[in-house]
């Protein structure tokens, strides 16, 4: 499975991005992680073929994660974004409902001035 991610960039705090990653098939869960200079890759938020949803507690109430399944895309919606949202953000994937995730995009880079 590869993956395309795109939509990052730069924004003030309090602002609003929306980052898009595309599937090259449907795949049961597709999610995104991230990660900021000197801390390890975490996770923000996944979402199954039946769109439920887990996210980390970081983001509950400010990102919305969503999916078109249709077209095998998945989103991510941030809003009311803070300066400690700023990491690498990827796209990630797997076909089985739990484990690791087995398939990867490339980071998109999105960065929260104060």
């Not at 009311?80 to 880079?109: F, I, N």
Request: aromatic share 8%; proline share 2%; glycine share 12%.
């Amino acid at each position: 499975v590869q993956l395309q991610a795109s939509g990052g960039g730069l924004v003030q705090a309090g602002g609003s991005l929306r980052l898009s990653c595309a599937a090259s098939r449907n795949i049961l869960i597709m999610g995104w992680y991230r990660q900021a200079p000197g801390k390890q890759r975490e996770l923000v938020a996944t979402i199954r073929s039946t769109g439920s949803t887990i996210y980390a507690d970081s983001v509950k109430g400010r990102f919305t994660i969503s999916r078109d399944n249709a077209n095998n895309t998945v989103y991510l919606q941030m809003n009311g974004l803070k300066p400690e949202d700023t990491a690498v953000y990827y796209c990630a994937a797997r076909g089985s409902t739990w484990g690791s995730m087995d398939y990867w995009g490339q980071g998109t880079q999105v960065t929260v001035s104060s």
